[in-house]
């Protein structure tokens, strides 16, 4: 079955320590996105890359960075400077790239839980 | 800046009681209007993709309009299991190679009751 993945589901993390979040996905798709959602709030963007080896910054970056190095894979590290981390935290993919007509539809995974202990 | 605006924010029917969901854009050129389910604790699902005025979308109990304004969510006789939340979002047009990202209203937590 062609999907997204994203694990692990729930993630504790200490003060002053980074944590990565890995995504997958087995859609052939070429773009890729990690949101933020807090209670209450809509999704907000963090990082999207529309093809491997590119990615630029969303709405929230700070505290936060990525890498791009296979289609397939696009992995979150929540560093110490995010003062506020605790969130669900939602990958996405979309067939194309922002340039390209049509294949926008965004597909997502289900979601890893952060807690800050 | 482009806005997005749901209401009502939380909406609880009775199985049968049909209604609407509204989402409302300020956008500065429409390139699509996408339509997402959320269960609790889970990804958003994709329901349907609107592209210009007049169009619309049905799945099931489901029927989306769009407008020049605004996106209306129809549920028809809804069930219990219909009971989520419901969002909308916008992706604009953008120039050259530039992302054209969606911009994601707070959604409608929709409750139906037996």
């Known amino acids: 079955d062609g999907g997204i993945t994203q694990s692990p589901k729930y993630l504790f993390r200490k003060e002053g320590q980074n944590v990565t979040l890995s995504c997958e996905q087995n859609?052939?798709?070429?773009?890729m996105y990690w949101y933020r959602q807090d209670p209450g709030q809509g999704l907000r963007l963090i990082y999207y890359s529309q093809i491997v080896n590119d990615f630029q910054k969303g709405d929230i970056a700070e505290g936060y960075s990525v890498s791009r190095e296979k289609k397939e894979s696009f992995p979150l590290t929540v560093t110490s400077a995010q003062k506020n981390p605790t969130a669900f935290y939602l990958c996405?993919?979309?067939?194309?790239?922002?340039?390209?007509?049509?294949?926008?539809?965004?597909?997502f995974g289900p979601g890893t839980r952060l807690t800050v202990l | 800046e482009d806005q997005v605006t749901q209401s009502p924010e939380a909406l609880r029917l009775q199985e049968g009681e049909s209604s609407s969901l509204n989402c409302s854009y300020t956008v500065s050129g429409l390139r699509g209007l996408f339509w997402y389910r959320q269960d609790p604790g889970k990804g958003p699902e994709f329901l349907f993709t609107l592209y210009s005025a007049g169009e619309e979308k049905e799945k099931e109990r489901l029927k989306a309009t769009l407008t020049k304004k605004e996106s209306f969510l129809h549920i028809t006789a809804p069930k219990p299991e219909d009971s989520a939340t419901y969002l909308c979002a916008v992706q604009v047009h953008a120039g050259g190679t530039s992302y054209g990202k969606l911009t994601f209203g707070q959604g409608t937590i929709l409750t139906v009751h037996p």
């Open positions: 859609l052939n798709h070429d773009a």
């Open positions: 996405a993919s979309s067939k194309a790239p922002g340039w390209v007509a049509g294949g926008h539809e965004q597909f």
